[in-house]
């Protein structure tokens, strides 16, 4: 399996621009997980779904944050408006239900908003 | 808030000897898992202890619990330069999903060769 993959890699938008962030997570794992790391916070968990329908969106920031999950094999993060406080590394991580959360992480997508 | 907190935040050592990172945590969980990442990549899953369980291994790491004292600790014995790498522990919380996994900061392993 190729593992968890998220695109872009790397991201650079200006302030007030819609981004869009996005995951396939291992075919056959039924929990997928968006977190945020930055220096000062950490890694952060942002949201996340069980056979594609969300769970927990606690950790969502702020209104101008949003997910989805259409299907089992994709899901999307959208930011929009873009603040320069957003600029951090997005992780999606899936996991299937007995594996007791050992979370299989994607490579991450760089943010940087101007 | 911070569930897990690791400690030191940064190790330097040489190539051949043991680093051992401590994780403290504020509240019951179910299980405890540390994690590894490399500088620009994600993280990878290292090893699992369960509550009820005191000691764990898995080749050259070995990673401990001690729930009364909310405390675990990761042993990785004989370093070498490719063990370079943030470390980090994540908890869940006992009273609310095993899924629902909170990081703590890391610590930051600089094994020099």
């Known amino acids: 399996d190729a593992g968890v993959i998220q695109s872009p890699r790397h991201e650079v938008t200006e302030m007030g621009q819609e981004v869009t962030l996005r995951c396939k997570p291992i075919?056959?794992?039924?929990?997928l997980f968006w977190y945020r790391q930055t220096m000062m916070r950490g890694l952060e968990l942002l949201i996340y779904f069980n056979n594609n329908v969300p769970i927990d969106d606690s950790g969502m920031p702020e209104d101008r944050f949003s997910a989805k999950m259409p299907n089992a094999s994709f899901s999307t993060l959208k930011i929009q408006p873009s603040e320069p406080r957003d600029s951090a590394v997005y992780f999606c991580?899936?996991?299937?239900?007995?594996?007791?959360?050992?979370?299989?992480f994607g490579p991450g997508t760089r943010l940087t908003v101007l | 808030s911070q569930q897990g907190e690791e400690d030191p935040q940064a190790l330097s050592i040489q190539e051949g000897e043991n680093a051992t990172m401590n994780c403290s945590y504020k509240t019951s969980i179910n299980n405890l898992q540390w994690y590894r990442q490399n500088s620009g990549r994600g993280l990878v899953h290292l090893i699992l202890?369960?509550?009820?369980?005191r000691e764990k291994h898995s080749g050259r790491l070995r990673v401990t619990l001690d729930t009364s004292k909310k405390s675990s600790s990761l042993l990785i014995t004989a370093s070498r330069a490719a063990d370079t790498a943030s470390y980090f522990c994540?908890?869940?919380?006992?009273?609310?999903?095993?899924?629902?996994?909170?990081f703590g900061k890391g610590t930051l392993l600089t094994v020099n060769p």
């Open positions: 991580a899936s996991s299937w239900t007995s594996s007791y959360n050992e979370q299989f």
């Open positions: 075919s056959g794992h039924d929990y």
């Open positions: 994540a908890t869940d919380s006992s009273g609310g999903s095993n899924y629902k996994l909170t």
């Open positions: 202890i369960r509550s009820n369980e």
